[in-house]
Structure formats: structure tokens, C-alpha cells
């Protein structure tokens, strides 16, 4: 089975640019996160699709911060103007319908924004 | 709204002496925990799951966790710490109706030889 893919790994970019990574779930998982972690920090959701609809962006900066799910499968996170505060890495991850499942990370992109 | 405790941000044992890695959580009603390990530069790996039933579930690389309803904790233990399993550890409580995951801080445990 493959796992959730995520990419770029890295990316680098000056502050007020925009910067969109993508994520791949694992094949008929309906749920996808999207999380922070800044470094030395606990994951942070920042918005959780189930299917195509979004359950919850209440940690998600709107004012700069754009997340969408098409078809319900892949995902773009997009940030638009960066910020230096948005260096993290941005972890993917995805979960099959049932409430005794897990979730599976990707790999993450680590953005630093100079 | 679910939340999770780590209060130790760092740990260090010596290789074969044993852990445990505290988790508290806050939630209303009965929480779906999680445990997982982070690498550095690696994504979460899941080490072990509680969703019901046997309140002592084992998991992957020798490690097991008690869940206490009476202390809204799930700890994380294991017997005898390997060099390798130095790496972040982060608890992690799921809500039951809308599958929301919420994380707490992190710990970190270095390991000596």
C-alpha cells in the first residue's frame, strides 16, 4: 500500500511570496489533515477535509492561508503572502473511514521563509 | 473541544534502564489516543492506539500504554530503552464524532550508552 506523498520536501522562499505544496493520500481514505509543526513544537491542525468538505479550519490563518481538496483526493495548501512566523514543516496526513482507524503521515515539506 | 499534556518536554534515560513518557488529555467524552514517534526529518509513526476495550495496549518496538479514565492519562512505557528509540514522541487524542486529532508538545528522549 502506498503511503501518503506529499511534495516538494523542501522549499525556500523570501517573505510575502506565496508557496502551495501538495499531498497524495493513501487511495479511499475520506479524512485529511493538514498540520504545522514548528520547530521544537507539537503538530498543529491547521484544517481537516472529509472528502471534499472541510470539518474544521479554525486554526487555519484565512487571512493568508488556502486549503483545497479536489474530487476529494489530492490537496493543495497554499500560502499567500509568506510570513517569516510560517517557517515549519507542513505534514499531510489521511485516515480511511471508522472510528477505530489511524492516521497516516507523509514526509512533510520543510518552508523556510527568509 | 479535545487537548492533550506532555509535561516533560525532555527526557534522558540510559540504554536499558526503563520509560515512561507522561500523556494527559481533555476530552468529554471517551477519547480515541495515540501515540507516535517522530525521527528527525522523518514523518509520525504510529506506535500504538487505544480506542476501546483492554485499557493496556501494546504496540510496535516492545513499547505498551495504560489508559486511565480515573486520571485522563495515557502513558507511555517501555521496559527497556534501546540507543535507537531516541526521537520525539507525541501523544495524540481523536474525537469520536468528527475525527479531529489534536497533538500535544512533544517529548523528547535522548538516550545515553
Known amino acids: 500500500e502506498a503511503g501518503v506523498a506529499q511534495s516538494p520536501r523542501y522549499k525556500i522562499i523570501e517573505k510575502r511570496q506565496s508557496v502551495a505544496f501538495w499531498c497524495n493520500p493513501i487511495s479511499g481514505h475520506a479524512t485529511l489533515y493538514w498540520y504545522q509543526q514548528i520547530l521544537g513544537q507539537g503538530p498543529k491542525l491547521l484544517i481537516q477535509f472529509q472528502n471534499n468538505g472541510v470539518v474544521d479550519d479554525s486554526q487555519l490563518p484565512k487571512d493568508r492561508f488556502s486549503a483545497e481538496r479536489l474530487k476529494g483526493v489530492d490537496s493543495t495548501l497554499k500560502i499567500q503572502p509568506a510570513k517569516l512566523e510560517d517557517s515549519a514543516v507542513y505534514l499531510c496526513?489521511?485516515?480511511?473511514?471508522?472510528?477505530?482507524?489511524?492516521?497516516?503521515f507523509g514526509q512533510g515539506t520543510r518552508l523556510t521563509v527568509v | 473541544a479535545q487537548s492533550v499534556t506532555q509535561p516533560d518536554i525532555h527526557i534522558t534515560v540510559s540504554e536499558g534502564a526503563s520509560l515512561e513518557l507522561r500523556c494527559n488529555y481533555s476530552y468529554g467524552a471517551t477519547p480515541y489516543l495515540f501515540w507516535y514517534v517522530q525521527s528527525p526529518g522523518q514523518g509520525l509513526q504510529l506506535l500504538l492506539k487505544?480506542?476501546?476495550?483492554?485499557?493496556l495496549v501494546q504496540g510496535i518496538k516492545g513499547f505498551e500504554a495504560e489508559f486511565k479514565r480515573s486520571q485522563s492519562s495515557f502513558n507511555l512505557r517501555k521496559p527497556s530503552v534501546h540507543w535507537s528509540d531516541a526521537a520525539e514522541y507525541f501523544c495524540a487524542v481523536g474525537a469520536g464524532n468528527t475525527d479531529k486529532l489534536i497533538f500535544g508538545t512533544g517529548t523528547r528522549l535522548q538516550v545515553f550508552p
Open positions: 487505544y480506542f476501546s476495550g483492554d485499557t
Open positions: 496526513a489521511s485516515r480511511s473511514a471508522g472510528w477505530d482507524t489511524e492516521a497516516f
